[in-house]
Nanobody, 119 residues
Framework: QVRVVESGGDLVQAGGSLRLSCTVS????????MGWSRQLPGKQRELVAS???????NYADAVKGRFTISRDNAKNTVYLQMNSLKPEDTAVYYC?????????????WGQGTQVTVSS
């Protein structure tokens, strides 16, 4: 069974840092796209950062210069380093990955991890 599991969410003061991790486990062939999205209370989920298999990264304007996405292909893991956190970054953060499994490509999501930034 293929699983996507996030970790690293926590309560942090404004200006602080957190690092989120997400690992895809199970019998898979490859992973191309990996991304982090967040859902603020009462709002739609939004993509904040993504990274392709070759390492090309993209960021939402709201997090550019503060968040850094990276991945370890050997571990099927993606990270989100979040610096200079603001109260408006408070959200549930979700990891997603486009995973190739036995010839098919599946868009898989984790269960989410809560990030709370206090002012």
């Amino acid at each position: 069974q293929v699983r996507v599991v996030e970790s690293g969410g926590d309560l942090v003061q404004a200006g602080g840092s957190l690092r989120l991790s997400c690992t895809v486990s199970g019998s898979i062939s490859s992973i191309n796209f990996m991304g982090w999205s967040r859902q603020l209370p009462g709002k739609q989920r939004e993509l904040v950062a993504s990274i392709r298999g070759g390492g090309r990264a993209n960021y939402a304007d709201a997090v550019k210069g503060r968040f850094t996405i990276s991945r370890d292909n050997a571990k099927n893991t993606v990270y989100l380093q979040m610096n200079s956190l603001k109260p408006e970054d408070t959200a549930v953060y979700y990891c997603s990955a486009d995973v190739r499994i036995q010839g098919g490509i599946f868009d898989l999501w984790g269960q989410g991890t809560q990030v709370t930034v206090s002012s």
